[in-house]
């Protein structure tokens, strides 16, 4: 049952078939419309979590949607096609976030890395990604690419040298200098 | 990474383009079965029908095999294909189970027959190596098919999913394996044949989390939105 003021399952199963067609103004409301309902799913089962990896999970999921919204049946409803990739996403990174646990070492706090500025930029937070998608827009062919296949689509250094045809070396380089030349561009635009 | 969200909806409705949604999983399975099945028939016309088809198809417990055979493909690629979509119910999962069940216990019967009229030596055990090659040979385009179809979806259970599908493109591989190759012994066929198409689809369970991950599909997302 949708609550006051939100729109019910059959006209969020209306909007994501007009979304399926391409109507940009139906997808924009109906991600709207489903962002507060994931926060509210992720903040009630992960309440340990800071707002900023709430938020992360929250961003995690409208990209599944995207990435799989050719599996949703417009003769279905909507919000269990929903629940079920928020559930997946969710158990998904609670698995991730285990692994990266166990590979983890505890060391007390260290004040200062390298005076390289590569080695201190901030590069958690990017708040504006048209910003982002400038500067690496702004990189060259290989930093590009390095940067998508590492950072962006997440594969390990094996896999993009595979895809590439260029050695790990290279891809180390390469995706060094795109973050150097990424922090730079963004703190100017900051 | 922390960006803003509001602006994230921006960008991947400025991505947004028309999409197909995808056909329910039965209606997959049909178009999955119409690629494979004359694959398999190609297979089996190149390598030659067994010279004892013709009869072998009046063999009620040949007839039986082969169309359990056959049925647990169909619903393994049934199934397959209902864990792609989020949201179905489990109760698909189950769908191979009755054709496998069938499968397994004629082969069952078969044995106990053999042993009952042949004693020991009816379920005696020969080395029978063409059986995985050959199921692979026949299996391979439905595995292709199967593979590129799933990767449509969601992949919300990689292991069992790819698991479904190894056992459908394997399913089917058997039963054009058993059309161009005479070994009808039920202990043999259990052993080098079921017992193929069990390893191949433990094979592409393995291989599933390889094969179906949220991490290369949101990161094609991700970088859509960000590069182009």
Not at chain 1, 5 to 20: E, I, N
Not at chain 1, 153 to 168: C, D, Q, Y
Not at chain 2, 129 to 134: H, L, M, N, Y
Request: charged share 20%; proline share 5%; aromatic share 8%.
């Amino acid at each position: 049952m949708a609550m006051k003021g939100q729109l019910d399952d059959h006209a969020l199963a209306t909007l994501m078939r007009a979304a399926q067609g391409g109507n940009t103004q139906a997808y924009v409301l109906l991600l709207k419309e489903i962002t507060p309902r994931l926060r509210q799913i992720v903040r009630a089962q992960r309440r340990f979590l800071k707002i900023a990896d709430i938020e992360d999970l929250v961003q995690d999921v409208l990209l599944s949607v995207h990435a799989v919204r050719a599996t949703y049946d417009p003769r279905r409803p909507f919000m269990p096609w929903l629940m079920a990739i928020t559930r997946h996403r969710l158990a998904d990174a609670a698995r991730r976030h285990t692994r990266r646990a166990a590979h983890e070492v505890q060391v007390g706090n260290v004040p200062v890395t390298f005076s390289d500025e590569g080695t201190n930029i901030d590069g958690d937070q990017y708040r504006d990604p048209e910003a982002l998608r400038q500067a690496i827009m702004a990189l060259s062919p290989g930093q590009r690419d390095a940067i998508e296949m590492l950072k962006l689509r997440e594969m390990s250094l094996k896999e993009a040298a595979a895809a590439s045809g260029t050695s790990i070396g290279a891809l180390k380089v390469s995706v060094h200098r795109a973050m150097t030349a990424l922090g730079r561009a963004l703190r100017k635009k900051s | 990474m922390t960006m803003d969200t509001e602006k994230l909806i921006e960008r991947l409705a400025e991505v947004v383009e028309p999409i197909r949604p995808l056909a329910r999983p039965w209606i997959r399975m049909a178009a999955w079965f119409l690629v494979a099945i004359p694959y398999v028939a190609l297979v089996v016309f190149v390598v030659s029908p067994r010279a004892d088809l013709i009869s072998k198809a009046s063999e009620w417990r040949y007839v039986i095999e082969q169309l359990a055979a056959l049925a647990t493909g169909i619903t393994a690629a049934t199934a397959a294909f209902a864990t792609v979509i989020p949201g179905y119910g489990r109760k698909f999962l189950f769908l191979p189970a009755l054709p496998l069940a069938i499968w397994l216990g004629s082969l069952g019967d078969g044995c106990v027959e053999d042993w009952i009229h042949f004693g020991p030596d009816g379920l005696s055990l020969q080395p029978d190596w063409f059986c995985f090659p050959a199921i692979v040979l026949v299996g391979a385009v439905p595995a292709i098919a199967m593979a590129v179809m799933l990767r449509r979806g969601a992949p919300l259970t990689p292991h069992i999913t790819a698991a479904l599908g190894g056992l459908a493109a394997a399913g089917l591989g058997n039963f054009g394996l058993r059309l161009f190759h005479s070994q009808d012994a039920s202990v043999m066929v259990l052993v080098w044949q079921v017992g193929t198409v069990f390893i191949l689809a433990a094979m592409a369970a393995w291989a599933g989390q390889y094969l179906l991950n949220w991490r290369s599909i949101v990161g094609t997302a991700r970088s859509r939105v960000l590069i182009r």
